[in-house]
């Protein structure tokens, strides 16, 4: 089963319980334009300009649903750099995790590794019949940068859990635009579609490694992605694009993580309005693209005992 492969099954550490969500509960978005929602609908008021954060984002779309109070702090162009470091005018995003927050929701890394500034270049690179290649190929990144985004997103979960203990922390990897040929918005030759890819699996794997080690969940939105590529009737996430930004993710891709998200969570906020057992499971439905780093059914629980 498809869903089954995409569990985790590892050890990692025990956590505090954390404490159920209820309306209200203060949840702090983390992360780069892939979280904050580029291009898809009108900016959401009272955000820097210059973050590209907008009213359907999904960290937005979670909080209305669950009524949590949402503090957004992500930004398009972010690194893991800016999330524990202060970037130029704006603070460290994790400045805004405090002891209250009970929710912490993380999509960064591929800026780390110049994802989108990579596939925007590799465009460029698909020689047309007759036409000349116009830019060089975009270098891979090195293992410096790799090592360098493994060490800052293991710092990302100390410092939450630090700051929060009580918080549920969620990883929440990139939605996954490549099709398995080049289309009109892909428009790659096979050899830049192949790296691209390298780089979209590898940034997943080191996100899920990071996460399994932190006692964290993991929603898999690559996963998500599967028959929502570019080149699809509904992508969640596109490449070359008229309609918003180019090389991120659609609104419609925006919605199908909040839902996800919703699955997981809901199952916390209604076990706190009835008092049903902490460790029930989710829906299934989310257990597709869902992973909790101890457990092998999806349970949504960040204290299950060491295995």
Do not use: K
């Amino acid at each position: 089963m498809r869903g089954a492969a995409l569990l985790a099954l590892v050890a990692a550490p025990a956590v505090a319980a954390p404490a159920a969500l209820t309306p209200g509960s203060a949840y702090v978005a983390l992360g780069s334009s892939y979280a904050a929602g580029a291009g898809i609908g009108a900016p959401a008021p009272s955000t820097p300009a210059r973050c590209g954060q907008t009213v359907n984002n999904y960290p937005r779309l979670v909080a209305r649903r669950l009524h949590l109070d949402l503090v957004d702090a992500s930004c398009g162009g972010s690194t893991t750099t800016h999330l524990l470091h202060a970037w130029d005018e704006l603070p460290a995003q994790l400045d805004r995790v405090t002891a209250a927050t009970r929710l912490v929701t993380v999509t960064i890394g591929g800026n780390d590794v110049h994802l989108v500034g990579d596939l925007a270049r590799a465009e460029c690179v698909s020689a047309r019949a007759g036409e000349a290649r116009r830019c060089a190929r975009p270098p891979a990144p090195t293992a410096a940068a790799w090592a360098r985004l493994e060490r800052n997103l293991a710092q990302v979960a100390r410092e939450v859990r630090r700051r929060a203990p009580r918080a549920r922390l969620v990883f929440v990897d990139y939605l996954d635009m490549l099709p398995a040929r080049p289309c009109a918005t892909i428009p790659y030759d096979a050899v830049a579609l192949t790296r691209a890819r390298a780089t979209y699996r590898r940034l997943a794997r080191v996100t899920a490694a990071v996460a399994r080690r932190a006692g964290a969940t993991l929603l898999r939105a690559g996963a998500l992605s599967r028959g929502h590529d570019s080149c699809s009737a509904e992508p969640y996430a596109v490449g070359r694009s008229n309609d918003g930004a180019s090389w991120h993710p659609t609104a419609a891709g925006h919605a199908a993580v909040a839902a996800a998200l919703v699955r997981i969570l809901d199952g916390d906020t209604g076990r706190a309005r009835d008092g049903r057992n902490a460790r029930q499971p989710v829906d299934r439905r989310a257990r597709g693209a869902a992973a909790d780093a101890r457990s092998p059914v999806g349970v949504a629980s960040d204290a299950l005992p060491r295995t």
